[in-house]
């Protein structure tokens, strides 16, 4: 069965930094693009990130673009997001997204609060 399963959010100051993981099971996962996808309160779920299967493309909304790297470690299974400068418009949850045989999972997400 496939799990995706985030991990690192927390709160940070304005300005601070956070590392995101996301560790995949159940299919394989050298094969897929991986996606971040965050919500914030009363908002839809917005795409963050996406890398593709071998790592070597990653895409980025715009006002995370210069800020936010993802990246990923096929031989761990697992997705990372760096994030830095962090503001309180990051404030959201965040998700591991995987398009598998065009069904869509989802992790259960990871709560990242940016305020002083």
């Known amino acids: 069965q496939l799990h995706l399963v985030e991990s690192g959010g927390g709160l940070v100051q304005p300005g601070g930094s956070l590392r995101l993981s996301c560790v995949a099971s159940?299919?394989?996962?050298?094969?897929?693009?991986i996606n971040w996808y965050r919500q914030a309160p009363e908002k839809s779920r917005e795409l963050v990130a996406v890398?593709?299967?071998?790592?070597?493309?990653?895409t980025y909304e715009d006002s995370v673009k210069g800020r936010f790297t993802i990246s990923r470690d096929n031989t761990k299974n697992t997705v990372y997001l760096q994030m830095n400068s962090l503001s309180p418009e990051d404030t959201a949850v965040y998700y591991c997204?995987?398009?598998?045989?065009?069904?869509?999972?989802w992790g259960q997400g990871t709560q990242v609060t940016v305020s002083s």
């Open positions: 997204n995987a398009r598998v045989l065009r069904e869509d999972f």
């Open positions: 159940g299919f394989p996962f050298s094969a897929y693009s």
């Open positions: 890398i593709s299967a071998n790592g070597g493309t990653a």
